[in-house]
């Protein structure tokens, strides 16, 4: 605990963590010695944890990278992360992301972005770790920490785990509770692991599971041991290759990086099968209504009263005013588009049109996936991401940044598992990661296919 805190405080430049919690670490890393030696060491006993900022973290800044949540410190703990703290996990500080969890470059938060710290080969150009996970991709591959809790949404913790070399799993929807943790898309949000390797993120992700009471689409299903069932062995395990992912345009490099990842498998015993999964290319038109259309209800509630951020007021001003003033100042840019996307799209005359017609769409990704299973597809491999990372600022219109989760998006729309697994190195030296989702309930099959591919 202590090296990872100082690891910390000399690691300012990467702008990962923005609140530091020292004293509480060496709190809680001292009441972790006195467990071990007592011979009751939990799983994650003594290890140094970076939590992002989107769990309320009691006590502690939670400002889900935000203006609009300045100053708001919970007095509740999300359950998750509580979860972590009873088996003994240590709490560095919080991480950076992007404001709200939207976005896919950490560059929307209010803290400004973190920094992938890794760079292409003789080029000094600062990388974008990815988002919304941003921050904490870029903590645990600078080694600030152990590893660290992500949120994904629409594939912000595989994004930013494939840019930075690291692993990352999105749990089957209701797996973890969702119970404070600032909510963005609620039929999307998933909490997870990001970790160094898979078997550091089977152990943190046994610690993040469970029934919770407080979240009613968590399941209530027993845990498995995760990492139990990373004996390396897939041998008959039908792998499948979707050719809806193989987009047009997409880099040689990446095609690949793919190509490589199914032979590997090969190798290890699995059976390579070619699938279909025809409704693909609507994926990322139906998410980015989906998505919007429940930002714009769940963010409903910051209106200047009940947490941080109010605007000055002028004499006259009525509540209207107050709610326009906090709202415009409070949220930033990707903000503001997402609520205005999501309000159209639930408006009366639109709702049919968009968010219906989304919704409809869903269900046929879903299905698609559900028929390549009862096939007896046991995993689907593909490319995490379409590209290595990018340079900050490089992505500048906003279509060009959604297109970045096309790979991703799909696993949240059918509440599966996915775990993305770093892969390779591309040209210029950055780290690409390859994507594998699962069937539900069964992440400890997934992550012991990823365990052959690290
Ligand atoms: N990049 C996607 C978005 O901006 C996904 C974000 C996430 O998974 N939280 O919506």
Redesign the pocket.
């Known amino acids: 605990t202590e090296a990872c805190v100082s690891a910390v405080e000399g690691a300012g430049r990467l702008n990962a963590f923005v609140h530091r919690t020292p004293e509480i670490a060496l709190e809680q890393a001292r009441a972790a010695d006195a467990r071990i030696k007592a011979g009751d060491a939990p799983a994650m006993c003594g290890i140094p944890l970076g939590i992002k900022d989107l769990f309320c973290t009691r006590g502690v800044a939670s400002q889900a990278a935000s203006g609009i949540l300045e100053g708001f410190r919970p007095e509740y703990e999300s359950t998750v992360t509580q979860q972590l703290w009873d088996a003994g996990a240590v709490m560095l500080g919080k991480l950076n992301m992007?404001e709200f969890?939207?976005?896919?470059s950490n560059e929307t938060s209010v803290y400004g972005n973190a920094i992938n710290p890794w760079k292409r080969q003789g080029d000094d150009t600062d990388l974008t770790p990815g988002?919304?996970s941003g921050g904490s991709a870029s903590a645990v591959a600078a080694d600030l920490c152990l590893a660290a809790t992500g949120?994904?949404?629409?594939?912000?913790?595989r994004?930013p785990a494939a840019f930075t070399g690291i692993v990352g799993i999105k749990p089957t929807y209701g797996r973890c509770s969702r119970w404070g943790v600032v909510a963005?898309a609620s039929s999307l949000?998933q909490a997870g692991p990001m970790a160094k390797t898979v078997r550091d993120a089977a152990i943190m992700l046994g610690a993040m599971s469970g029934h919770d009471p407080k979240d009613s689409t968590s399941a209530d299903l027993a845990v498995p041991d995760f990492e139990a069932m990373l004996t390396g062995d897939i041998r008959g395990k039908r792998i499948g290759i979707p050719q809806e992912y193989r987009m047009e345009g997409m880099p040689a490099e990446i095609e690949k990086l793919w190509s490589d990842g199914a032979a590997m498998l090969r190798a290890a015993g699995a059976e390579i099968v070619d699938i279909s999964l025809p409704h693909t290319k609507y994926a990322l038109p139906a998410?980015?209504v989906i998505?919007p259309a429940e930002a714009s209800s769940n963010l409903a509630r910051y209106d200047g009263v009940r947490y941080g951020h109010r605007a000055r007021l002028s004499q006259g001003d009525g509540i209207t005013e107050m709610y326009e003033k906090s709202r415009a100042e409070g949220f930033g840019t990707e903000v503001q588009r997402r609520v205005m996307i999501g309000t159209y799209v639930l408006s009366a005359g639109f709702y049919d049109a968009y968010y219906n017609r989304a919704r409809k769409v869903r269900t046929l990704i879903k299905r698609d996936f559900e028929n390549a299973f009862a096939t007896g597809i046991d995993a689907i491999l593909t490319p995490a991401t379409p590209s290595a990372a990018f340079g900050l600022g490089e992505v500048a219109d906003p279509v060009a940044?959604?297109l970045?989760?096309v790979f991703?998006?799909t696993v949240?729309l059918a509440g599966l598992p996915g775990v993305a697994v770093p892969a390779g190195l591309d040209a210029q030296g950055l780290p690409l990661g390859l994507q594998l989702i699962g069937r539900p309930w069964e992440e400890g099959d997934l992550l012991n296919v990823a365990h052959v591919i690290e």
């Open positions: 992007d969890a939207m976005g896919s988002g919304s949120t994904d949404t629409g594939g912000s913790i994004q963005f949000d998410y980015y998505a940044m959604y970045n989760d991703t998006v949240n």
